[in-house]
């Protein structure tokens, strides 16, 4: 597995306990991978406490044989903005089961038409891909990560692949007496 994100508590935007950091995984080789089940391993979504982190950056493995392993690009969210997701509140539910999903409105179930700024989220309801609300595991949306991201300025940069055209839904279960945080990957 790839390390994908590693995000502090913030609030309303990220809302975990003050002293949590949700950490995400993916598995990089989707012709073995079943990317699209939550249960399977091949992605990854848990909580560890910031003082069981060290104070720094992680060193990097060595491997003599091979050299110094190579760098991945960072990018960092430098902050949040809220904004109206544009699902009526009385449509919620259908949005976590797939026939009630498929059956809204193009305006409701898609308001923005796929555009990327707003398939990366967190909270609300799920912004879906054209597979619609399909293998969720229990629990309500946390977190979406879309594969490209735009940055100030206009450019875009790929966060993941996530097959090309995929979104990461970070789900998670608060009805446990630990939350359990879960994700998967739809295309």
């Not at 994100?5 to 935007?13: K, V």
């Not at 699209?36 to 003599?64: C, M």
Request: hydrophobic share 40%; aromatic share 12%; with cysteine.
């Amino acid at each position: 597995m790839s390390h994908l994100a590693q995000l502090p508590a913030n609030g309303d935007a990220l809302p975990l306990a003050s002293d949590e950091v949700l950490f995400l995984f993916k598995c990089e080789w989707d012709s073995i991978c079943s990317f699209w089940e939550h249960g399977a391993g091949a992605n990854a979504a848990f909580v560890v406490q910031r003082a069981d982190l060290g104070a720094g950056p992680t060193a990097l493995p060595s491997d003599p044989a091979d050299g110094p392993p190579a760098l991945l690009r960072e990018i960092a969210i430098t902050g949040w903005h809220a904004d109206d997701d544009g699902a009526p509140a009385e449509m919620e539910e259908a949005f976590y089961d797939y026939q009630a999903h498929f059956d809204l409105p193009d305006e409701v179930k898609h308001p923005h038409d796929w555009a990327s700024p707003w398939c990366t989220k967190s909270g609300g309801v799920p912004y879906w891909t054209a597979n619609g609300a399909q293998g969720m595991p229990a629990g309500r949306l946390f977190l979406q990560v879309d594969n490209w991201i735009e940055l100030p300025g206009g450019d875009s940069v790929e966060v993941a692949n996530f097959c090309s055209d995929g979104i990461a839904y970070v789900f998670v279960d608060r009805s446990q007496a630990q939350p359990v945080y879960s994700m998967f990957i739809n295309r």
